[in-house]
């Protein structure tokens, strides 16, 4: 017979509501509100759910698993301790996998998100593979759909840093990230993104989508590995190869893209094929 697990009595401070990526955005204030009203008057009914953290940081030595609502209302009314369910190991995938099973049910998870709690989990060490957690957190999802959010995991792991807000990116956008990725285009994808770092989705999405139509209307050819959109120079020069109406754009970036070299390459390109 297996044993229930324990319930602890635990200080706030010391649960990090941030240790694993929440699948799900900040609480619904008005729900929220209605929560802390009966947590007030009724008391707390249900417990939240915790794991211990392999290492504590910043005082904090509790992850929060499931109850984000339920630990925000009783901080904002105030409360110290809060009980909560220890998660061992072996019950903890079990409660990572109602978590997302709860949430789906309430309101559906941006792909993004998916693809971010699957890295979280893994980062938490909860699971050995990204395939691994897809497959015990979504278990009903056909294999179709779980290859998608497996690719989509790979867009995280190459763009997620350079990306700003990227849970407003679409199932499409994100597909055809993925595809761009998955074919080698993940330096030439960085690049784009580096000069667009602090602006919004949709400058950045922008950026993206001429180089990623051009991408799709002449993939690279394996063998010869053209056409070249990418070069890096040891120097300190990238150099993108970039579609715009009626030809394609090169674009100078890095400490060496100053006038001068710029300069030079019209000489170079006036010395071949002469003047109009």
């Known amino acids: 017979m297996t044993s229930l697990p324990p319930v602890l009595l635990l200080t706030l401070a010391e649960i990090d509501p ?20 009966s947590i007030a008057t009724e008391g707390l009914r249900l417990p939240i759910e915790v794991w211990q953290l392999s290492t504590p940081q910043g005082g904090h030595r509790y992850g929060l698993i499931s109850g984000l609502r339920r630990l925000t209302a009783c901080r904002a009314l105030g409360w110290t301790t809060i009980p909560a369910v220890l998660r061992s190991p072996e019950t903890l995938t079990q409660a990572l996998t109602a978590m997302v099973t709860e949430n789906e049910i309430r309101e559906p998870v941006s792909p993004w998100d998916k693809a971010a709690l699957i890295l979280n989990t893994i980062a938490e060490g909860h699971f050995d593979t990204p395939d691994a957690a897809i497959a015990t ?25 350079l990306l700003a807000t990227p849970h407003h990116l679409s199932i499409r956008q994100l597909d055809t990230l993925a595809a761009a990725v998955q074919s080698g ?92």
């Not at 240790?19 to 929560?35: E, I, M, W």
């Not at 710029?262 to 170079?268: A, E, H, N, S």
Request: contains cysteine.
């Open 137 to 161: 957190l979504f278990p009903s999802l056909p294999r179709t759909s779980r290859s998608r959010i497996r690719n989509h995991v790979s867009v995280i792991e190459a763009l997620g840093p």
């Open 18 to 37: 941030d240790a694993l990526l929440r699948d799900r955005g900040t609480p619904d204030p008005q729900a929220l509100a209605q929560l802390q009203h």
């Open 185 to 276: 285009h993940e330096e030439l994808l960085s690049a784009t993104l580096q000069p667009t770092l602090g602006q919004g989705v949709e400058s950045q999405w922008s950026a993206l989508t001429p180089v990623l139509a051009d991408i799709l209307r002449h993939p690279t050819n394996p063998q010869t590995r053209r056409p070249r959109r990418l070069l890096r120079l040891r120097q300190g020069l990238t150099i993108t190869r970039e579609a715009c109406p009626g030809g394609y754009t090169l674009r100078f970036t890095g400490a060496q893209a100053r006038s001068g070299l710029i300069d030079d390459v019209l000489d170079k390109v006036e010395m071949w094929f002469g003047r109009e």
